[in-house]
């Protein structure tokens, strides 16, 4: 099968979904290409008790504000995820599921999109495939050696599954001290970080950290280094699962260990520790092999950007990776600023060539 469309959007996620919202605004032609199952991108996957950072009129794609939860002010992965099941439906975005992208590829005028379930042309691509499906582990020694249970974040589900157990999670961040203060209360837990935890102020979430991404890319664009502000990106976000278990004093801090040794870790004082499972919570990695035959990549792994569009492919946009592809637009309440630039640009292209 080959069908053919002004763009092509890979990936039916939040970003995927706001690039739609402005392609529909714009009365370009477009198609969705959806690798899940089912709506809701990443967030299907998230464990149980994962909360947003923000209340939800913060979490908001555009166009559309999240409901509140009913009881919740800071709502959860499930409703997350019937929000956008319901953006999608309202907006009527024409996603295609699942189909999976293999690769995308120059053909003279068009770009061809190879999928599992058949070739796409298009006159031009977003590529809005997140990170979730790329998770990172850090090189640390004598991780083959370790005869525990050894997962991600993204294989975390419940408390339950770990219940007694010797469990060491390892990550200062949001996700790291959430899935701490999770297990805090059924499992030994240690946890470990690089640098002592940064816990913002109780009454301070996620839309400041939307503020400070945003006065960094500006910063950054201006050539300064100092953003001011009164929080950093990798500042921890007291939910109230997390201040709670913080002000029982059931998240302490360790620094991280040196190695992994058959039976737990081992400190660089030679101190050990024994665990039946270590959980990463070391983050995630742009997931873009599907751009691999463009052979755009840089020696870090990144595509070289000006806003969201590639410098080397300008039919090609980047769209929800992180700063790098706009400010917080790995966020929902992020993500519509850059798609609506990426869907403008992309208009200007369709219209002028350039």
């Known amino acids: 099968?080959?069908?053919?469309?002004?763009?092509?959007?890979?990936?039916?996620?939040?970003?995927?979904?706001?690039?739609?919202?402005?392609?529909?605004?714009?009365?370009?032609?477009?198609?969705?290409?959806?690798?899940?199952?089912?709506p809701g991108g990443a967030w299907q996957y998230a464990w149980d008790s994962l909360r947003l950072f923000s209340p939800a009129a913060y979490s908001s794609l555009p166009g559309r504000f999240m409901p509140a939860q009913?009881?919740?002010?800071?709502?959860?992965?499930?409703?997350?995820v019937e929000y956008l099941a319901d953006y999608e439906k309202r907006y009527e975005l024409p996603v295609e599921r699942p189909v999976r992208v293999l690769g995308v590829h120059r053909d003279g005028q068009l770009l061809r999109v190879e999928t599992d379930s058949g070739t796409w042309h298009a006159r031009a691509v977003i590529s809005a495939t997140g990170t979730w499906w790329r998770p990172f582990l850090p090189a640390v020694p004598g991780y083959a050696a370790f005869g525990g249970r050894r997962l991600h974040t993204v294989e975390y589900r419940s408390p339950a599954d770990f219940a007694g157990q010797r469990v060491i999670v390892v990550g200062g961040g949001n996700s790291g001290a959430q899935i701490a203060a999770d297990l805090a209360y059924g499992a030994q837990l240690t946890w470990a970080t690089q640098r002592p935890p940064r816990f913002l102020a109780d009454d301070i979430d996620g839309r400041v950290l939307f503020d400070v991404a945003t006065a960094r890319r500006r910063a950054l664009d201006e050539g300064r280094t100092d953003t001011g502000g009164v929080a950093s990106l990798g500042d921890i976000v007291a939910v109230p699962p997390v201040r709670e278990a913080r002000d029982r004093g059931l998240l302490r801090a360790s620094a991280m260990f040196s190695r992994l040794v058959p039976g737990g870790v081992e400190w660089a004082d030679g101190t050990r520790s024994e665990a039946d499972a270590i959980i990463w919570c070391t983050g995630f990695r742009p997931s873009l092999s599907h751009l691999a035959p463009l052979q755009l990549r840089g020696r870090?792994?990144?595509?070289?950007?000006?806003?969201?569009?590639?410098?080397?492919?300008?039919?090609l946009h980047l769209l929800g990776y992180g700063d790098w592809t706009g400010p917080a637009s790995a966020t929902l309440i992020g993500v519509g600023r850059t798609a609506r630039q990426a869907a403008r640009e992309t208009a200007q292209l369709l219209t002028t060539g350039s």
């Not at 009913?70 to 997350?80: E, I, K, N, R, S």
Request: hydrophobic fraction near 40%.
């Open 1 to 38: 099968m080959t069908d053919k469309t002004q763009v092509v959007v890979i990936g039916g996620g939040q970003a995927g979904l706001a690039a739609g919202y402005h392609l529909r605004r714009l009365g370009l032609e477009f198609a969705i290409l959806d690798a899940q199952a089912a």
């Open 70 to 80: 009913t009881g919740q002010t800071y709502p959860d992965a499930q409703h997350v």
């Open 300 to 315: 870090r792994g990144h595509i070289a950007t000006t806003g969201t569009r590639a410098v080397d492919e300008p039919r």
